[in-house]
C-alpha cells in the first residue's frame, strides 16, 4: 500500500517532523511517500493562507496521486480536503480529520492544543466544518513567540504538557490533540505525563488512510462528491486543469 | 464611493449579468467597476471549483483593490471571502451573504432557487458557514440541461417560477433568493409572480457594500480577522505576496 | 426617501440621541422623522416590557406608517418587529438585528456591550430570535447604577470601552456592537480606541432601512408574514383595530 | 387550591370549552376561576396578535391574579408567558408549555394537531421559545374553513383523527397534541382512535398548575425572572401600572 | 392512586431520604411505595453504573409493577427509563426528567447543584438524552469526600448552599435542581438561603406521576414507544423475560 | 494484535455473518475471536433490549477481555459501550460508531440502510449519541417480514439495494451504511450497484480496533472515562463485580 503524505506548507523541516510520526505508525507493507509544497506559506495559519494553501494542495495531489492508494493532507485545519475527495479517485484523509475522528472513540470529549494563538480561529471553524463541535471540549493555544517553528515542539514541550493538562482539569476534555503539523511526533513523549489518551494527529492520519484504502470503496459517481462535470478552464497548471477538463 | 463588483468566474456574459442587476441598484455617487476572473471556472460550481476561484478572488483583490471603498465577491457561494475579510482594509461583501442577510429582514426563513442540481451542496454549505442554517427553509434547483449559462434566466425563467413558488407553497419559505449569478437580474422581473418578497442576490450585494462603507468602520487589529501575520511566502503573484509580506 | 424613526420608549431623550445618530448615517435624499412612545416606558428592559412595548410599538405604526418608505423600530430588543412585519406593507427594521446582521458581515463572532445587568437576559432571547446565536461572543453589562439613561453614554463612556476590549480580548469578539438605544452615537466616539470594527445600531438601522427601501420588494400575500386575516376585535386603538379589520 | 383560567382571547364560548376540560381534570379541592378576555381578538392566531394579546393577559393578571395560588394562561401560544413570570408572584403556567411537557414524559417526539393552516408559525416559534423544537416531530394543520371556531372540534373530529394518526405513521409521532384552545377536551373522546398517548392540553395545563402550586417554591430576587425594577410608566390601565411602579 | 417509587440503588438509606422527601409531596389519596434495588450499586454514578443499573430498574419494575398506576425511577440520571417506557403499561417518570421540566416553567435556565464531581459527566449526558441542553444553566458539583452518602445533604448543606448561590449568581440561573437521590427533601430546608425556586427533584416526581396517572392516556400500541415485539430470551429474570415474550 | 468480537446478541448465526465480513478485513498478524452473548435476544431492537444486552456485553467484556488488544461490540446501536469505556483498559470500538467515523472521511452526509422498521428509533438515538446527527442524511428501512434473521441479507438483498439507491438520490446520501449486524459483509456484494462509497459495518470495525491498538494510547485516569471509583457490589457475575471492586 502506497500513501501520499501531502504537506501544503513549504517547510521541509515540518514534512521530516512529519515523517518522523508516520512512520513508526505504518503497518508492515505500507509505503509512505512524502511531499512538500512548492508554493505558498511556510506554516498556514490564516483562513486567507488555507484559501490559497487549499489550491496549492489540489494541485500537489493532481501532479502527483497517481499510483497511490490514499492520500494525507498533513496540515491540521485540512486545507482543500472536501474538494480533493471530489476530483481524486482515491481516499484524501485530513491530518485533523483523522485525529478528532480518533479522538471520538477514545472519550466523549477532546481538546485541541496547539502552540499558537493565531491557529485558534482556523482550527474552530475546521472543527466546525466537520461537524464535531459538540464533541470539542475546548481549543488551548500557547501564548508568546518561539524560535522556529519546526522545532517548537522541543522548545514548548513543556508549556505543551501543562496546557493538555489545563485543558483536561478546567475543561473537561476526555482525549488530548496535540495540533499543527509542527507538533508530529510529539504525543508519544509526553503521553506519560497526561493522564488521558493523547492522539498523535500524524499517526491517526497513517492508521486512517490505511484503513479507507484496505476498504476498497468506490468512487462517488453520484452525491455531492462525485468529479465535477468537466468544463474549460483557464489558467491553471496543467494536472491540475485536466482533472476538470479530461 | 467606488465599489469593485467581483466576478470570480471567468465569464464575461455573467459579469454583464450581474452590471445589469447592480448599475440601477446603486444609489447616486455609488460608482461600480466590474472584474471578470482572468484565470479559473466559466462558473463555479463545486467545492474544488470554490477552493481555487475563491484563491482567485484573492489575487485579484490584491491587484485592484486600492482607490476602493468596498468590494463584492459576486458569486453565490461566496468564495475567498473570509479570507479576503482578514486580508483587506475596506469592507468586501459577499453575494450570498448579502442576499440571506437581506433575507432575514423580510421574514422568517428564505428559500434558494437555483439553475442547476450540481450547485444545492455548495450552497447548503454556504448557509452554513454562515451559521444561518436556521433561516433557511430549503433549496430547491431545477433539474435538466441549459442552452447557455449566461443565458439561462430567460431560456428557465417560467421553471424557476414555478420553483420559487413550489418553495413558498411546500416549504414554507417566507422570502425567496433567486441564486446564482447567472440569475442576478432576474428578480425584478419574475417579482409580481410570486407571492413573497423575492432579493436579488446583486442589488442586495449593492446595497449591503453601499451600508457598509457608509458606515465607516475600522479593520480590526485584533480578533480573529485582523491582518495575517508577515511571514515569506514563495511562488504567489506579486500584488498578492505583498499582501502577506509587505 | 421618508424613513419613520419610531422610539417605543417614551423617553424623548433618548429619542433625541437616536436622532443624533441616524441623521449624519443617512444619505442624501432620506428624511427621518422621529416618534416617541406616548404611554409604556421611560426604558424597556425586561420581557414584560418588552410584551406591552410591542404592542405600543404597533400601535404606533398604526397611526403613523402612512406616507413613510420604511421603518426602524429603534429598542435593541425589537419589541413587536415581527408583529409589524405581519402588518405593514412597507419594511420594517428592528435596531438590533440591523446592527447583528451588520456586524456578522464584519467578522464571525459579534460582543454586545450594554450598559445595565437588567439587559442582559431579554438582548439574549433577542439574538436568539433572529437565529444568530451561533454568531455572538457573549453579552457585556456594566454593573452598578447611572445618573440618567439618556446620558449614560457620557457617564460611562470610559467604563464601556473597557468592556468593549475585554469582549475581544477575552471572548474573542471579532465586532463589538454597542447596544440598548441610550448608546446610540457612541460609536463614533469611541472606535478608535477598540480593535475591532465598532458597530453603531442606529446608523446601521438606518442603513439598512434605507437599503430595503430601495429594493423595493413586494409585501407578502403568502408565507407567514402575510397580513393576518380580517377579524372583529375588541378594544383597540381606532388605527391599530383597521390594521386588522380594514 | 385555587386556579385562575386565563383566556387571553375575547371567546365566551371557548371559555367554556376550556373550562369544560379543566373542571373534570382538577384534582378534589382545586377550584378552578375562568376568565375571558375584555378586549383584544376572537382568536389569536399570529404574531401580531400574540404580541398585543400577551399584553392584555398581563393586564388581566394585573387586575384579577390576587387570590390564586397558581394561574393558566390558555391559549396554546402562551402569549405573555415569559413577562407574566416576572411580574407575579404565583406560577403561571403557559397552555403550549404544559402540554409540549407532559408530552415529552410520555415519549420522544410529540406531533401538534391543529385545526387552521394560519396557527402553525406562530406555535413553531412557540415551540422555539421553549426550546423543544428538537422533541417536535411536526405541526400538522387542517386546510378549509370551519362554521364556527368555539365549535370547530366537533366539525372536524374525523379530519383532526386523521390528521393525528397521519402525523403517527408519517412523521414517527410518540406523542399526540390536539393543539388550540378551540380543541379543548377533544382528546377524551378521541383517545381510543389514536394508538399514542393524546395529550389533552388544558388538562395538562391544570395538573402542571397544581404541581406547581403544591411545590410552594419561592418567587425568584435574583435571576432573570425577578420583578423588573421600578420605574414610572405612563398611559397603562391602573393595576397593571402598579406591577412595575408600587 | 398507587405510585412505585423505584430506587435503582441497593442503599436503604437513599430510599429512606427519598421517600422523605416523597411523602410531603403526594396528594391525599397517593399511596407511594419503596422498593430499593437488590442487586447493583450502593449509588450509580458513572456510564458503567448506569448501564447495569438500568437493566436492575428494569428487572424491579416487571416484577413489581402490577397494581400501580405510575412509577418513578428515583435516581438523578434515569437509569432505564426509556425502556421502561417501552415495556411497561403504566407511566413511569425520571427523577431527574421531573425535576428538569418543572424547572423550566420556573424559569429559563436550570442550574443542576450537586454533591460529587464523579457526578457531573453522567448528569450532563442525562441533559442531553432529554434533548434539554439549551434550558440548562449549568452543573456545579461540591469538590471534596464525605462521610455517609446517605447523609451527605446535613454534612454539606452549607457548601451546596453556597454552589447553589453561584450557580445564580455566575451561571445566571433561573433556577436550581438540588440533584442526586441523596439530596432528596433538601430544598425544602434550604430555600430561603437562595434567591431563585428551588426544585426537589423527588417532590417533582411525585407531582409529575400523579399528574400523568390522572390524565389516563393509552400505552402506545405505535411509534417508538410500543411494546417490543416478542421473541425468544435466555438468561433473563422471569418476570423481565415474560415482559418480551409473554 | 487480538482483537475480541463481541456479539452481545444471542444469535450464533450472526456472529458467523460477522466473522464472515471481520476475517477479510484484518490486517496480517490480526488474529480475531468471536464470542456470541450467553443470555439476552436474539437481535437486540428496542430501548429495553439495549439497556440490557448492554450490561451482559459488560459483564462479557469483564469476563473475555484479558490478553486482548482491543475489543469491538458488534450490534449495530453500540449497546453498552460508553460504560465499557469506563471500564476496562483496552481501546473498545462500537460497530456503529466505527461505520459512522468511516462514513464520515468519505463524503458529508451518510445514510443508514437498514432491514427493519423496528431498528429506525435505537439507531436514531445512537446516531444522536455519538453527536453524528448533523452528519446523518437519514436512516431508511424495510418494511415487511423477513424468514430469517441470520439470512435476511440474502433474503432482501435487491430490496436493499434498492433502499440504498433512493437514499442516494432522495436523500442526497454521499455514503451508505448497510447496518444492522445481520447485514455485515453485504456491502462488498453489492458496492458495484451503488454509485456512492459503502461502508461495511464490521470491516470498518475491524480497521478502527486495529487502529486504535496500534496507537497505543494510554488509559484515561482523569476525565470522564476514568474507571469508576472502588465500591461494593451486590449481586453481580463475579468478573464483572471485580471490574467495580478489585
Redesign the interface.
Known amino acids: 500500500m502506497r500513501i501520499l503524505v501531502l504537506n501544503p506548507n513549504?517547510s521541509q523541516g515540518i514534512t521530516d517532523r512529519l515523517m518522523g510520526a508516520a512512520l513508526p505508525?505504518a503497518?508492515?507493507?505500507t509505503e509512505l511517500v512524502a511531499l512538500t509544497a512548492?508554493?505558498?506559506?511556510?506554516?498556514i495559519?490564516?483562513?486567507?493562507?488555507?484559501?490559497?494553501g487549499?489550491?496549492v494542495a489540489?494541485e500537489m495531489l493532481a501532479e502527483h496521486h497517481a499510483g497511490f492508494d490514499a492520500a494525507i493532507i498533513a496540515a491540521f485545519g485540512d486545507p482543500?480536503l472536501?474538494?480533493?475527495?471530489?476530483?481524486f479517485d482515491i481516499?484524501v484523509?485530513g491530518m485533523a480529520?483523522?485525529a478528532m475522528?480518533?479522538a471520538?472513540?477514545?472519550?466523549?470529549?477532546f481538546a485541541i492544543v496547539t502552540f499558537a494563538q493565531?491557529l485558534?480561529?482556523w482550527y474552530q471553524?475546521c472543527v466546525e466544518?466537520?461537524?464535531?463541535a459538540?464533541?470539542l471540549a475546548g481549543i488551548r493555544m500557547l501564548e508568546g513567540r518561539f524560535a522556529s517553528v519546526a522545532d517548537v515542539q522541543d522548545e514548548k514541550e513543556e508549556l505543551l504538557v501543562d496546557l493538555a493538562n489545563k485543558a483536561?482539569?478546567e475543561d473537561?476534555?476526555?482525549?488530548v490533540i496535540l495540533a499543527g503539523a509542527p507538533l508530529a511526533g510529539l504525543a508519544d513523549k509526553v503521553?506519560?505525563r497526561i493522564?488521558?489518551?493523547?492522539?498523535?494527529q500524524m499517526?491517526?492520519a497513517v492508521?486512517?488512510a490505511?484503513?479507507?484504502a484496505?476498504?476498497r470503496?468506490?468512487?462517488?459517481?453520484?452525491?455531492?462528491?462525485?468529479r465535477?462535470?468537466a468544463?474549460?478552464?483557464?489558467?491553471?497548471p496543467e494536472a491540475?486543469a485536466r482533472?476538470?477538463n479530461p
Request: a positive charge; one cysteine or more; charged letters at 20%.
Open positions: 513549504t505508525a503497518a508492515a507493507g512548492p508554493r505558498g506559506f511556510p506554516y495559519a490564516t483562513r486567507a493562507e488555507a484559501q490559497i487549499g489550491a489540489l482543500g472536501f474538494g480533493a475527495r471530489e476530483l481516499p484523509v480529520e483523522a475522528l480518533t471520538c472513540m477514545l472519550g466523549r470529549r493565531a485558534g480561529p471553524e466544518s466537520h461537524g464535531l459538540g464533541r483536561v482539569q473537561e476534555a476526555d482525549v503521553k506519560a493522564p488521558v489518551p493523547v492522539v498523535d499517526a491517526a492508521k486512517q490505511e484503513a479507507l484496505s476498504l470503496v468506490r468512487k462517488a459517481t453520484a452525491g455531492t462528491f462525485r465535477p462535470a468544463k474549460p478552464v483557464i489558467g491553471l491540475l482533472r476538470f
